[in-house]
């Protein structure tokens, strides 16, 4: 029987990242955004929790097992925060996780110290590429093998923290296999333009990547000659991206919501107006939907059985669940939605943004 119940240890996660994004996520959130940058001691204080080490094996020198479900209770916590100081804290496990399902036994212990240590790990990935018609089983990166090395060529878009990484996972199709393939790069093997300059997510630094003709041994493809399933990867992706849609918007309801008690005008609660009240409701039916329907694919990929189905509805379904609730807090709260001092108008900015965000998480 599938329970979706948190374990003594998963509501322990959950109630500490709670916490976290109360005391002192929240309160940064709209300087974060205006100066375009998270404070590094509220960064580093999310990361210090541990989320990353404790889906790392202990006999890799973790403290725990990998689960996408508990990581996706996590990441829905640290979103109802911020997206940005979110995504922020969860960048280096997009190179972490893959390492730890995929890797050959020397890449673990060459890489997995990186993600030990307490400052943030130095490491991210590259999937996304620039173009209106990005299809992440279409990769337009290739990665040609010539010998004793492959030759990487491609444009990677909204790579998170890339100019401070010290490796970046690259995903490239083999042009002789035509299969989605992961590389280990080194950063400075590739060239990085300025930061994207963003209608979201502005609190998180993104770049293009270039990557010209650059040869990497074949040691440095993830999983050695076996591989990765990349499938197994998107789904994960898809899973993790949905759970942050879900805290977005959990986070504007809850405020639309309260800001409804409280507003009075014509002697009542602007929450008592039928217009306002169904909409508060929808809202929270769609958060509640998107939730069970990510929390089954997690559940799944947990249990070692074939996600994609729900995970790609999951995905689909949190795009448009986190414009929906995001625009409708900025309705609820009238022209104040629209002042930046409100929070409202940053969540709709980001929650604009899920169809655009592939590969920017994983679980």
Same mark, same amino acid.
Request: glycine share 8%; hydrophobic share 50%; charged share 20%.
């Given at each position: 029987?599938?329970?979706?119940?948190?374990?003594? *240890?998963?509501?322990?996660?959950?109630?500490?990242?709670?916490?976290?994004?109360?005391?002192?996520?929240?309160?940064?959130?709209?300087?974060?955004?205006?100066?375009?940058?998270?404070?590094?001691?509220?960064?580093?204080?999310?990361?210090?929790?541990?989320?990353?080490?404790?889906?790392?094996?202990?006999?890799?020198?973790?403290?725990?097992?990998?689960?996408?479900?508990?990581?996706?209770?996590?990441?829905?916590?640290?979103?109802? &925060?911020?997206?940005?100081?979110?995504?922020?804290?969860?960048?280096?496990?997009?190179? $972490?996780?893959?390492?730890?399902?995929?890797?050959?036994?020397?890449?673990?212990?060459?890489?997995?110290?990186?993600?030990?240590?307490?400052?943030?790990?130095?490491?991210?990935? $590259?999937?996304?590429?620039?173009?209106?018609?990005?299809?992440?089983?279409?990769?337009?990166?290739?990665?040609?093998?010539?010998?004793?090395?492959?030759? !990487?060529?491609?444009?990677?878009?909204?790579?998170?923290?890339?100019?401070?990484? +010290?490796?970046?996972?690259?995903?490239?199709?083999?042009?002789?296999?035509?299969?989605?393939?992961?590389?280990?790069?080194?950063?400075?093997?590739?060239?990085?333009?300025?930061?994207? $300059?963003?209608?979201? !997510?502005?609190?998180?630094?993104?770049?293009?990547?270039?990557?010209?003709?650059?040869?990497?041994?074949?040691?440095?493809?993830?999983? &050695?000659?076996?591989?990765?399933?990349?499938?197994?990867?998107?789904?994960?992706?898809?899973?993790?991206?949905?759970?942050?849609?879900?805290?977005?918007?959990?986070?504007?309801?809850?405020?639309?919501?309260?800001?409804?008690?409280?507003?009075?005008?014509?002697?009542?609660?602007?929450?008592?107006?039928?217009?306002?009240?169904?909409?508060?409701?929808?809202?929270?039916?769609?958060?509640?939907?998107?939730?069970?329907?990510?929390? *089954?694919?997690?559940?799944?990929?947990?249990? &070692?059985?074939?996600?994609?189905?729900?995970?790609?509805?999951?995905? +689909?379904?949190?795009?448009?669940?986190?414009?929906?609730?995001?625009?409708?807090?900025?309705?609820?709260?009238?022209?104040?939605?629209?002042?930046? *001092?409100?929070?409202?108008?940053?969540?709709?900015?980001?929650?604009?943004?899920?169809?655009?965000?592939?590969?920017?998480?994983?679980?």
């Amino acid at each position: 029987m599938v329970s979706f119940t948190p374990t003594e *240890e998963q509501q322990l996660l959950i109630d500490t990242i709670r916490r976290y994004a109360l005391n002192d996520v929240r309160p940064v959130a709209h300087e974060a955004d205006e100066a375009s940058a998270a404070p590094l001691e509220v960064v580093a204080k999310g990361w210090q929790i541990g989320l990353v080490p404790s889906s790392i094996p202990e006999e890799l020198g973790g403290f725990g097992e990998m689960s996408a479900l508990t990581n996706a209770l996590a990441y829905e916590e640290l979103a109802f &925060g911020d997206l940005a100081v979110a995504l922020h804290i969860a960048t280096p496990a997009l190179f $972490a996780y893959p390492l730890v399902l995929f890797g050959t036994e020397v890449q673990r212990e060459d890489y997995t110290p990186l993600f030990l240590d307490e400052p943030l790990a130095p490491a991210t990935a $590259a999937l996304l590429e620039p173009g209106v018609f990005f299809d992440a089983e279409d990769l337009k990166t290739t990665a040609a093998p010539e010998g004793d090395h492959y030759t !990487l060529n491609g444009v990677k878009a909204y790579v998170p923290l890339a100019e401070n990484a +010290q490796v970046i996972l690259v995903y490239a199709r083999n042009t002789h296999s035509g299969q989605t393939e992961a590389f280990i790069v080194p950063r400075d093997q590739v060239n990085i333009e300025k930061r994207e $300059a963003l209608m979201g !997510l502005r609190a998180l630094p993104m770049y293009r990547v270039h990557l010209n003709n650059v040869q990497v041994p074949a040691v440095a493809k993830l999983g &050695g000659a076996v591989g990765i399933d990349f499938a197994a990867v998107l789904n994960r992706q898809r899973v993790a991206l949905a759970a942050l849609a879900v805290g977005v918007a959990r986070g504007a309801f809850e405020y639309a919501r309260d800001y409804a008690k409280g507003r009075v005008q014509f002697g009542q609660p602007i929450a008592t107006k039928q217009a306002i009240a169904f909409m508060l409701a929808e809202m929270a039916i769609e958060i509640d939907a998107t939730r069970l329907m990510l929390w *089954e694919a997690a559940w799944k990929i947990d249990k &070692g059985q074939d996600a994609t189905h729900e995970a790609y509805l999951a995905k +689909q379904y949190a795009d448009k669940m986190a414009l929906f609730v995001t625009d409708g807090a900025v309705q609820t709260l009238g022209g104040y939605g629209f002042i930046r *001092e409100y929070p409202a108008e940053r969540w709709l900015r980001n929650g604009r943004g899920f169809p655009t965000f592939a590969g920017l998480a994983i679980v």
